[in-house]
């Protein structure tokens, strides 16, 4: 029997059936696709050709993978890092984001020797390669950049990196003011998506999505332009075939935004799970996050794009 509970406040039903729990808000229904067995935090996600969905448990260095029938298993363990933070799939092979040292210390936040590096898996989940960053890099977001590279954000350096799989090289992609961060224990450069001819990246520090041009080659073209400004908690998200901007709520049952080509910014559904990274499926349809505050263990969850 479902149970219906209607909260005043907000147009957000919760329903309980004995399979499934579907949050809705309006006529937009949240769906949970699987649950993780996990009470620590999710970074982000990426989807891969066959369906199946990949989600990195920041802090507890696990990377786990969601089969298109909803099965969830751990398919790669980081007991030698602190923090695994973004990740990709290009060419056969997952290129994941690491930190070697947690930034919380008993002092408070401390970016200042990290030990950020890129870690290689092969297709069974084996680490083949390690590549260290400089000292001080913090890396943080992660994007293909259509041309076989991956784009890699700074969050104190106000870089972009560039890293190529094959030859396991860093190189600096682009550097610019609108990637600094206000505070050396504030994060800076955030989340990265490259949709449509446009690198779009936030900004925790300074709230903002900006966006800036790549040419076919995968060169940066031109200057970032604003895509939207006073997003509190901007992390990572996702970017839709039309240009619109979804980003999950940094606090468990704050709004989910998007912002709209023209950058008009609106709530697309006014109380939802938290989440600190988004993408599109592969069709187009669906909006997918990973929970990561729940009190137990956490979930992918999905919503029909519009």
């Known amino acids: 029997m ?31 696709v699987a649950v993780i067995p996990s009470n620590g935090f999710n970074e982000n996600l990426f989807q891969t050709s066959d369906g199946s969905i990949y989600v990195t448990g920041a802090f507890e ?26 990740a990709v799939y290009v060419n056969s092979t997952f290129v994941l984001g690491a930190h070697k040292r947690a930034f919380r210390t008993p002092e408070g936040i401390d970016f200042s020797n990290i030990g950020s590096q890129v870690i290689l898996l092969d297709q069974s989940g084996n680490i083949t390669a390690t590549v260290s960053g400089n000292k001080g890099d913090v890396f943080n977001g992660m ?26 090289k860093l190189s600096l992609w682009f550097k610019d003011d609108v990637l600094s ?18 690198v779009y990246v936030a900004n925790k520090a300074r709230e903002s999505v900006h966006r800036i041009r790549i040419t076919p080659a995968g ?21 839709a075939p039309d240009g619109t901007v979804y980003m999950p709520p940094p606090k468990q049952g704050a709004p989910l ?29 669906w ?12 979930r992918l969850v999905r919503v029909a794009i519009p």
């Open 2 to 32: 479902n149970i219906l509970i209607k909260v005043i406040t907000v147009f957000f039903v919760f329903i309980v059936t004995s399979s499934t729990s579907v949050y809705a808000e309006s006529d937009r229904l949240l769906e949970t």
């Open 61 to 86: 260095g696990n990377l786990w993978k969601i089969s298109g029938n909803g099965h969830v298993e751990k398919f790669a363990g980081f007991p030698e890092h602190a923090m695994i933070l973004r």
């Open 143 to 168: 994007a293909l950049d259509g041309q076989g590279k991956v784009l890699i954000t700074d969050s104190l350096a106000a870089t972009i990196w560039q890293f190529d799989p094959v030859s396991r």
């Open 181 to 198: 961060t206000t505070s050396i224990t504030a994060v800076g450069a955030n989340g990265i998506k490259v949709v449509n001819g446009w």
């Open 219 to 239: 060169d940066p073209k031109g200057p970032f332009l604003l895509v939207a400004d006073g997003l509190p908690g901007a992390d990572d998200f996702a970017v």
């Open 257 to 285: 935004i998007r912002i709209l080509p023209d950058g008009q910014v609106e709530e697309f559904i006014e109380s939802a799970p938290s989440g600190a990274s988004a993408i599109v499926s592969n069709d187009g349809k």
């Open 287 to 298: 909006l997918y996050w990973a929970t990561g505050r729940e009190p137990k263990e956490q």
